[in-house]
C-alpha cells in the first residue's frame, strides 16, 4: 500500500476505514485484490444505484466503445446524446408531465448544483440563496457555500458568503410549526434576511445523516416558495434515479421544484455525468455562459439511456425499492427496539436508510465491524452518528437478508461490551 | 436535430457552429451521423491530446471493462490507482525529479482549480488570489472568480471577488518591464492591494486567445512568488499532458510550481480525471475535507496510466509535438505575411497554436469555411479573434498538411471577399 | 422652503412629516421660525436626553468656548478630554465595577459599531456576526450590514453579508423557548452557521418598534456568548445614557457586555461624541489602527462631562426615568384598552415608548395629529407601525401630562374616524 | 497622564508623539496645560483652516448657542441649515457654476465617503470600484475598503472586497503613460476586471504621502471615465475648503466630478460637518434610506455658513494660499537641495505641502525635533515617510517663516547627525 501512502494527500478517506486494495466488482459485490468478497451497502455513495458493472449497461458499453462511438465531445450533438435526451423525455419527463429542458452542467453533482445556483441568480438578480442545516451540495465554492458540515466549509479558506441556514424538517423534533422562522422572516420587512434567489434543499439529506422530509413539509415548502417568488432547487444527485422509490425522490410529494440537480446514478454505470433540468422560462443563459469540458462524456450518455431503457420503462424496481425499502426500515426499527437502553432511531426512506447512534464513535465501531464481516457501510451525520445505508436498488433479496444479518451481529458486537 | 432545440439548454455552444451530429471518432478524425469525415483540429478542447479512441487505450478499457474491473470507486484504494499512482511516479514525476503529492479533487478541470485555490488560502490563511488578464480556469465559483472573460463571470450572478487581474506577457507589447505594476504593488504598503495567498496562471492561455508567456516571464513569475512568500499554481489543465511538447507546459521555463492542475488529457482518453499535484509541505487538509463522487473512476485510471506508459516513456512525443507545432508556426506566419493588409498574427507554442485575425467576426467566418472543408476549429480570446488550433499531438504529417491546406484556403475564401 | 427643496437630496426625511423651519429650542420645547411650540417627544432621536439647550451643559460650554479651550483635537490628549475620562470612571464605570477601556472611535454612533465589529473580528479572527430582527445600528458599510431594515439595507448597492439574523426576543410572541434556533445552529458542527464572532444586541430596540427584550433574555443571551465563546456587544447608543432608567441600558439585567457602543445623548448637548467601551483583554489595536478626524471634539467633551456631574452623580434622574416611564406605559396602557377593536399594544421601557398600530399608515396619522396640534413623535417598526415616544428625560410632570393629553386627542382624532 | 494610560485604548496615536496635555488654542497656535505655545502646522489634519477658534466664527457661535438656537435637528428644516444652503449656493456653487444637491450624510469625513460609494453603486448596479495606491478615505467598512494602507486595512478583520487599486499619478516616476493599465483592463472584454461603478480620487493624497497629481492626469481620469459611464467620485475631504487654493481642488483642473466628498473644514470652527454633493440625475434615494443622528449639527452649520461669507466672497484667501503654498515649496526645495546626499523630495500643491525623506524613522525624527521646537507636524505616507505639512491656511507671513526656521533646524539636527 506504500504508494498510496507515499504518493496520495492526506485528504484521502475512505480508504482509511477501509484499508484494502479492491480490484472487481458486480452487482452488490466488491472483490479486493487478494479475492475477498465485500457486499456494498455504499455503492459509490449512491453513484451505483444499479449496481457495479451491471451487465445490461455493460454490453451497451462495451459495443459502444468498440464500435468507436465518440467518447468525448463537449456539447456537441452526438448520437448517444440524442438518445440520452430522447429516453429522457420518453421515460422520465413525459410520463411524469414534467417540462424540463437540460443543461449538462459538467461531469458532477457539484457542477449541476453551481449551474443551479448561478442560474437562480441570474435569473432574479438576487444573490442570496437559502439552504438547510446537515445539506451537502458538494465542495465546489459555489455549492460548499450551501453545505453544512463545518469541517468542510473550514477548508474553503474564504468566508463563505451569499447563503443562510434554515432548519431542516423535524429539526427541533416537530415540536414547532414548519417554516416559522422562515417565513417570519420573509414577511418582516425588518428582519435583515437578505431576500433569497432560491431555496436549495435535498429530499433526504444523505451526508447529513439520512434525514427525511415529511412530505407535508416538502409541499410547504414548495408553496412557501412560490408564494414568495423565491425559485425551488431540488438537489437529487443522491435520492433521485430511484434511490427513494419514484425516479425523482420529490414525486411522492406532489411538487414541482423550478430547478432539478442530477448527477450520481443518472449515469448508471457509475461514469461521471450530471444534469442540470430548469423550467423552459428559467432558459436565459447566453450560448457558452456556462460551459466546460467534461460536459459530453459519451460512453456515459450510452449507459444513462440504457439504464432508463431498462429500468425506468415500468414501475418493478420503484416497487423493489419501496418493498426492501421497508424491509429495511422494520429490520432497522426491530434492532432500535433491541437495544433500548442505546437510543438508536431507524431513519430513511426508500433504499436510503440508517440507524442513529448516540454517538460518531459507537456508528464507526459498527461500521468497522461490519467492514470485519465483509460489508461496507459509511457513516453519516454532523459528528458521523448514523450508520447509512445506500445498498444497489438492484440487490437480491438474499443479499438484503445477508446484509441484515452482518448488521445485527455488527450492532450487537458493539453494543454488547 | 429537434430534441436538442426541444430539450437542451439555450447554454449549449458548440453545436451552434457545428450542426451536425456525430457518432464515431478514431485518431484525428470524426464522423457524422451520415458518415462526413472531419479532421479534427479541436480535440476535444485539449482533452485528447492521444486523438480520438486511441487504439491502446481503448484495449486497455475494453480488457478492464470486460473483466468487471471497479469502475467507480471514490477515493478508495483500488489495483487500477495504484497502478496510475505508480506510473506517474515512475513515468513523469521521478525523471523529472518533482517531489509532488496528489490529489483527486474530482472529475474536472475546475475541481483541480478549485482545490488547489481553498488549499493555497487554508495554507496561507490569505483570502485573496493574483489572476492575470484573459485566463480561464473554469465555471464552478471558485475558478469563475480567477477567469477573465465578462461574459462568463457575468453568469455568475453574485459579485466575484477575492481575485485581482494582473497584465499576462506582453500585454502591453513588451513595452514595460514585467511584473512592473504587480511587483510595485506588493513592496508598497499604501498599495490598497490584499495580500495574496497565490498567484494562478496558465502558461500559455488557450481560452484567453492562444497567448503564449516567454520562458523568462514564466521565470521571473516563479522568483517574483518566491520572493514575496507568495504560492504558484500552475493550471496546466490545456497545456499539459504534452501539449506544448514536454509533459508539463512549465518544464521549458525550469521553474517548479507549488501546485499543478491538471486534466482534459490526463485521462488519456476523452474520460473525466483530474489531479492536483501539490508540494509536500502543503498537504494541511484533514481527511475529506475535500471530496466528492467522482474522484475514482477507474477507466479513467486505466487509460490514464496507458497513456504515461505508451507516450511518456521516451521523447518520441515531446519531439515530434515540438517539430509539427514549428511547422504549424511556420505556416500560420506564412499566411500571416500573404495577408499584410489583414493584420493577422501567428501565435502559440507546440501545438498550441493560433492565428489572430483583428475581430471575432473574421476568425469566425474562417472557423465556419474550415468546417465546410471538413476541419474543426474554434475560436478563442476575448472577443473571438483568434482562430485557435488544438490537434491531436498525434496526428500524422499527412493530416498536418491537410489541415494546413484547408486552413489556407479558408482564410483566403474570407479575407479575399 | 424652496432652497431646501432645490438643493437638498430627496433622501431627506423628518423634514417630510414636520414641514415648518424650525429656530430655537430650550428644554423639551423646540420653536419654529414663526415662534411656535412645539413639544418634543422626538429629543433628537434620542441624542437629547437632557432636553434642548440644556441651562446647565450651555453654561458650561459656553465658557469652555469663550476662553478658547481646544476645540478639535483628533487624538492629542487634552485637559477637556482628561476630565471626560476621570468624570466617566468617576461617575459612571467605577460605581458600577466596570472595568473598561474606552476607545473615541469617531464622532457617531455608527462609528461606534464599525469600532466594535472590526475589534471583535481582529480579536477572534472570524468574519460572522449574528444580528436581531429588526435591528439598527446604522448607516456605514459594517453597520448597516447587521441592521434588519430591507430598505435601509437596498441602499447600500452591495450584498451585505457576514451577518445572520437571529429572532429577538418575543419575535414569536413567546410561544418558543428563547435562542432555541440560534444555539441548536451553534451546536450542530453541521448546520452551515458560520462561527461568529460576536452577537450585536440592542436591549429595547427603538428604530425597530420599541421592543424591549425581558431581563431574562438578556441574560440567558449573556449566558449563552460565554458558553459558546462568542463576544457581546451591546449597542447602547439609543437605549443608553439613562434613557431606559439606570445609566446602561443593561444594569436592570446584571450582564456586563465584553463591548458596549454609547453615542446620541452621551455628548448631552446634541454635539457629535461617541465611545466603544471594551474589556481590557480585547484591546489589541495597533496604534492608529483605527483613527478618524473627529473623534476629539472638544466642546462635545465638555457638556458630557458636565451632564455626567450634574445627572449621574446620585440617582434622581434614574428613578425619574423610571417613573415618568411607568405613567407613559400607564396611560399607553390605558389607551390601548380603550379601543379595543384597533388591537393597539403598549411597548417599552423607561423613557423609550411606543404604542403599535395594525398599520404604518394609522400610525404615521397619529403622528401628523400630533404634530398639528403641537406635538412632535416619529414612527418606528418595520412598517413604520409603531408610535415611538423618545422624550427627554429632564420633562416636567406638567410636560408629561400636556403630551399625553394630546397623545390621546390624536389617537381619537383617527382612530374615531 | 495617568488616566490617558489606565482608560484610553491602545489604539491611541497622536499623543504618542506629542506627550502633553493641550487646553487652549487660537489662530495657528495651541498651548498645553503647562502654557507651552505650540506652532500648529497640522491644524486637526486639514480640519482647522481658518484656524484654531478663529474669533469670527467664534462671535456666531457664541451669539447661536447664546440665544438657544437649534443644536442638534437630524434633517428637521432649520434657520441655521437654510442659512447654510444658501450661503454655499450663493459664495461657492453657483459662482462656480457647480449644479450640485447636496446630501447630509452624517457627521464626518467616512459618512460623506460611506454615501458617496452607496449611491453610486445603486445607482449604476455595479458592485465594484477602482480606488488608487495610496488612497485614504476612512474608517468605516465601505470607506476602509478603498484605503490603501496595509495596517488600517488589517483592522477590519474581514476581507475587503469590491475595490481594485489602481497606480495614482507617477506612481511610476511618469515613465508610463497614464491610465495605461486601467484603460486596456476596461476595453478588453477578457480582462477580468469587474466593470466599476465608480473611481474615487483624492486630487492631492495627504495620508498618502502628499502626493500631488497633475492636472493633466486629473484632466485624463475625468475623460477616462466619461468615456466609459464611470462615476468620479472626488474625496476632496482634506484637500477641499481651500486647502490647495481654489475652494474646490479639483478646480484647477477644469473638472466636474459626479460626486464630491467634503468635510474636515466645511464646518469652519472644528465641529464635525459633511457633506455629500451629487450631480442632480444621481438623486435617486428613497426618503430616509440613509440616515443618520448627527446629520444636523446646526452650531457646525452657524460656523460653516459664517466660514463661507468671510473667507469666500472674494478671492482674498485663495490668492494667499497659492502665494504662502509657493514659499513653502520653494523653502523645502530650498532644504532638499541643501542636503544632496539625503535624497530629500519636496511635494505638495497650495499649504498641502510635504517633504520626503528616505525612510520613515528620518521624517520622525524630524517632526520629534520640530516638536521640541515648539512645531507640530505628522509624517505621512506608507512608510510614515513624509513630514507633512498642514498649516491653518490663516497663518501669518510670520508665522510662515517662522515655521520654515524651526523645520530647516530641526531637518538640520537630524541630518547633520
Redesign the interface.
Known amino acids: 500500500?506504500s504508494?498510496?501512502e507515499?504518493?496520495?494527500?492526506?485528504?484521502?478517506?475512505?480508504?482509511?476505514g477501509?484499508?484494502?486494495?479492491?480490484?472487481?466488482?458486480?452487482g452488490s459485490r466488491?472483490y479486493d485484490?487478494n479475492g475477498n468478497a465485500y457486499l456494498d451497502f455504499f455503492a459509490?455513495?449512491?453513484?451505483?444505484n444499479y449496481g457495479?458493472?451491471n451487465p445490461q449497461l455493460?454490453q451497451a458499453?462495451?459495443d459502444y466503445?468498440?464500435?468507436?462511438?465518440?467518447?468525448?465531445?463537449?456539447?456537441?450533438?452526438?448520437?448517444a446524446?440524442?438518445d440520452l435526451?430522447?429516453t429522457?423525455?420518453e421515460k422520465i419527463l413525459a410520463p411524469r408531465d414534467l417540462d424540463y429542458?437540460?443543461?449538462?452542467p459538467?461531469?458532477?453533482?457539484?457542477?449541476a448544483v453551481?449551474a443551479a445556483?448561478?442560474?437562480?441568480?441570474?435569473v432574479t438578480?438576487k444573490?442570496?440563496v437559502i439552504?438547510?442545516?446537515?445539506?451537502f451540495h458538494?465542495?465546489?465554492?459555489?455549492?460548499l457555500?450551501?453545505?453544512?458540515?463545518?469541517?468542510?466549509?473550514?477548508?474553503?479558506?474564504?468566508?463563505?458568503?451569499?447563503?443562510?441556514?434554515m432548519?431542516y424538517d423535524k429539526?427541533?423534533d416537530g415540536v414547532?410549526p414548519d417554516f416559522?422562522?422562515f417565513e417570519?422572516?420573509l414577511e418582516?420587512?425588518?428582519?435583515?434576511?437578505?431576500?433569497p434567489?432560491a431555496v436549495i434543499v435535498e429530499t433526504v439529506q444523505g451526508e447529513?445523516?439520512i434525514n427525511a422530509a415529511r412530505v407535508d413539509w416538502l409541499r410547504g415548502l414548495a408553496d412557501l416558495c412560490h408564494r414568495h417568488g423565491i425559485l425551488l432547487i431540488v438537489d437529487d444527485?443522491q435520492m433521485g434515479c430511484g434511490r427513494t422509490g419514484p425516479f425523482f425522490s420529490f414525486e411522492e410529494a406532489g411538487i414541482v421544484p423550478d430547478i432539478v440537480c442530477l448527477?450520481?446514478s443518472i449515469g448508471g454505470?457509475?461514469?461521471?455525468l450530471a444534469l442540470t433540468l430548469?423550467k423552459p422560462e428559467l432558459?436565459?443563459?447566453?450560448?457558452?455562459?456556462?460551459?466546460?469540458?467534461?460536459r459530453g462524456?459519451n460512453?456515459a450518455f450510452v449507459t444513462a439511456s440504457e439504464a432508463l431503457r431498462v429500468y425506468w420503462s415500468d414501475d418493478e424496481l420503484e416497487k423493489s425499492t419501496r418493498a426492501k425499502g421497508e424491509r429495511f426500515g422494520a429490520a432497522l426499527d426491530g434492532i432500535a427496539k433491541g437495544y433500548p437502553d442505546a437510543e438508536l432511531t431507524a431513519k430513511g426512506r426508500g433504499l436510503a436508510r440508517g440507524l442513529e447512534f448516540t454517538s460518531g464513535a459507537l456508528a464507526g465501531r459498527v461500521c468497522a465491524a461490519a467492514f470485519e464481516r465483509g460489508l461496507l457501510m459509511e457513516t453519516s451525520?454532523?459528528?458521523g452518528e448514523v450508520m447509512k445505508l445506500l445498498p444497489p436498488l438492484t440487490l437480491t433479496d438474499a443479499e438484503v437478508d445477508e446484509g441484515l444479518a452482518i448488521i445485527e451481529e455488527s450492532v450487537k458486537s458493539v453494543l454488547a461490551k
Open positions: 500500500m504508494i498510496f507515499e504518493l496520495e494527500s492526506e485528504v484521502r478517506s475512505y480508504s482509511r477501509w484499508p484494502v486494495v479492491f480490484d472487481r466488482a458486480v466488491i485484490e459509490g455513495a449512491g453513484a451505483l457495479h458493472n455493460k458499453l462495451l466503445l468498440a464500435r468507436d462511438g465518440v467518447t468525448h465531445a463537449l456539447d456537441m450533438f452526438t448520437v446524446k440524442r435526451l430522447e429522457l423525455q429542458k437540460v443543461i449538462f459538467g461531469p458532477g453533482g457539484a457542477n453551481e445556483l448561478k442560474l437562480a441568480r441570474k438578480g444573490e442570496s439552504n438547510f442545516t446537515n445539506a458538494g465542495m465546489t465554492l459555489g455549492a457555500s450551501v453545505t453544512g458540515n463545518s469541517m468542510k466549509r473550514s477548508g474553503a479558506g474564504i468566508p463563505l458568503v451569499h447563503a443562510t441556514p432548519p429539526y427541533f414547532y416559522l422562522y417570519r422572516l418582516d420587512a425588518g428582519s435583515g434576511l437578505n431576500e434567489a447529513g445523516g444527485v448527477s450520481k454505470y457509475g461514469l461521471p430548469i432558459d436565459v443563459w447566453e450560448p457558452g455562459e456556462h460551459n466546460g469540458t467534461f462524456i460512453p451525520g454532523p459528528d
